[in-house]
């Protein structure tokens, strides 16, 4: 998901003056008008496209329910309370709903109000990109040049009938991404850094962008009147909202260090984790809002199940990696205007279960799910590109263990929004949909 704020204090009259000479891009340096809407993409030209595009959260970016919820139940109140915080209200959109943002339309009108608002990164978005301020892409700094030329990767034999198209090499980069999916708080913390984990990691090194997997190629044509190409891009941006594209992220095996074994024994379970999939760290992108955990059981042959705890490795902060029966969230009390918020259940998951998570701080020292609220963070125990973490479990065999096989049982569970959160805030159920990302079983002989 694509909450993006852009925190920075900025003299707009400057910012003006130099985008006047590259283009726009900043707050109410432009109108809706600059852009075309999708649906004069899609109605003509581009049918495929957009219908592709429908489908994604590229589409839903402004409208999606819980971007929705937090938007206008906690960022915007919060912002009016909080000044260190207050650019919130302006600088969600700038990812979320870029052409109200450049238009000066914020905060915009509810979704269901249908402004042009819910058209959220349109096709005129990204094709009018041309580059990024500064060094680094993130806290949407992009430089736009809307208008009859298209920014694209391709310009084929056949000329548009309706805009001039423009190859573009910028369009081919990581960078492109990274504009909206690197973000600082405004406490000067990356709370979003997906391009980042990207750059440092071995896909980078080997020249794979981010659209090689989010926009995969298929024949097609770029256009009704185009020519057919056996690698067109499909615009789906499949991603974390995608179960399609979670499931199987990270591979697992289950290793018990004895094939057979008597009740009263301990058996020691390995279970390995392999992220196979993804070009960054898993999970990535809203990591404040997003759970990943692994769950071990073993079931007796009588079918008994029980419940393995993770053994502890004791780094500094593993507690905010372990499931447990603690509260937090407790600055969602700031925008809700609930005095002495206590919080809510911070993980909603089985006790003892390893999580695989970054925790994000408040200035209190709070857990938060607030990433503009965000002024430290904890370990990061996330699973990295081509990274394998080994989670240890101890299983004292009870004495009175039935004979026979003994089930040991792995599964690697995804949650978009951390259930608790979910549940209390109203956000409808398919934001806490557990997502099964992978599972493995072995088994130990028990000896009579």
Partial sequence: MMRKVHFILINLVAIAGILSAQGIGGLATGSY??????????????TEFYMQWTQAMMSQAYTHHWDEIEYFKLAIPHAEKDEKVAEVKEGCNGC????????????????????????AVSCDVCHSITG??????YNFNYIMDPGDRKYTTRKGDVNSPVHEIVVSDFHRTAELCGICHNEKSPFDIW???????????PYAKEGVQCQDCHMTTAP???????????DTKLHLFHGAHDPGKVRG????????????????????????????????????GSVEDRIVWLHVEAV????????????????????YTIGADVLAYQDMGIALEIENFEGVQRDGIPTGDRIFRMPYFDPQGRMT???????????????????????TFTFNLPIDLPPGELKINAVLNYQKLVKPVSDFLGVPEEEAEIIVVNTHTSSVEILD
């Fill in 33 to 46: 008008g600059d852009f075309k809407k999708p649906t004069y993409c899609g109605s003509g030209c581009h």
């Fill in 96 to 119: 979320h709903a870029p052409t109200a943002y450049i238009a000066g339309d914020v905060p915009p009108p509810r979704p269901e109000m249908n402004s042009r608002a819910n058209e």
């Fill in 132 to 137: 990024f301020t500064g060094d680094t892409p």
């Fill in 191 to 201: 709370v979003k850094s997906t391009h980042l984990e990207w750059k440092e990691g």
């Fill in 220 to 230: 097609g044509r770029t256009a009704k009147m185009g020519a057919q190409y056996s």
């Fill in 249 to 284: 992220t990270v591979e697992l095996r289950v290793t018990p260090d004895l094939k057979q074994a008597e009740p009263g024994e301990v058996v020691v379970v390995q279970v390995a984790l392999f992220n196979q999939k993804t070009g960054h760290k898993f999970p990535t």
């Fill in 300 to 319: 007796d042959s009588k079918g008994n199940v029980y419940h393995l705890p993770v053994d502890k490795k004791g780094f500094e902060g593993e507690e």
């Fill in 369 to 391: 799910i607030q990433q503009w609220n965000t002024a430290s963070l904890g370990v990061d125990y996330r699973i990295g590109p081509r990274e394998t973490k080994i989670e």
